[in-house]
């Protein structure tokens, strides 16, 4: 297939993922009316620097956070470190491995903590801090397993332990993530759909009082129950040059969260040798998020990535990870 023909394709697609832009800017933002908001922060350096439209490209071990049918493109074993320095000073980490058993199935662990660090400890009468401190601790961990149903199309799921603990307060239950990813051997164009955070409600255990203008009330309270922060996603990637020396691969990705508007991702990832790595990538229609960029080196089994994302007035969030496989 010739290069120009290609090329047309992803502009096309491009061209398709932007026109629906328009019609998804004039949603409504359902903001607020989910918990576990620690889910939505991406996990995978090469994804988030490609603009968080990763799904339909997915092939490598960072699949099972992003579409966990991607995990058929993992090669024997793999394993994912990954450091992300998000806002305020919050530490969060992940891990995860996989292991591909035969052509047809992949099956994988994966896990990621967040730690606030210390917080003050305020109330109504010290209100500049009491000198105690205490923190907030969330935890997802989980099972992966892919499935190569046919030649051309895979199927994925994880199922998770979601865990919150807000100081004296927990909070827990299971979710699951499901992905499907169909090769049209059609110039390289791949597709994908998956959802995930797709679980009951959560609830944190005990009771609270409330303040009215200063004043405790005596009623006992119970807590809320929340949903999780569910998505669902659309994918396409392909990849306009592919020769032995160079490739360029472009993802687009229409994401439906369920308590905010929908957004557009697009990204690209240029390859030198399958060795050096850059990457760029823009989300349309978020609060916040804007402009991603990235770098990654694969030498001696070993891939070490790093990634920067724009959050506009908030700062700027730096990720690193390394991966390998044996």
Known sequence: MRRTSKTALVLLVVGLLLAGSSVYAAGFAKVGTTGSDFLKIPIGTRGVAMGNGFSALSNDVTAMFWNPAGLMNVEGESVYLEN??????????????????????????????????????????????????????????????????????????????VREDLDKEISGSYAVDVGTMYDTRWNTVRISMNIRNFGPEIQLAGTYHDWDNGTLLPDEQSYLAYHFPMVFRLGLAADPILTAQNRLTVVGELEHPNDNVERINLGGEYAFQEAFFLRGGYTFNHDSLGLSAGVGVKFAGFEIDYAVSDYGVLDLVHRFSIQFGF
């Open 84 to 161: 992300i320095r998000w806002l305020a000073d919050i530490s969060y980490n992940a891990v995860g491995a996989a292991y591909n058993i035969n052509p047809f199935w992949t099956v994988g662990v994966f896990g990621a903590m967040m730690n606030s660090g210390d917080i003050e400890v305020t109330t109504v009468e010290n209100q500049n801090g009491t000198g105690e401190y205490f923190s907030v601790n969330n935890l997802v961990a989980g099972v992966s397993v892919a499935s190569k149903l046919t030649d051309k199309f895979s199927f994925g799921a994880n199922i998770k332990y």
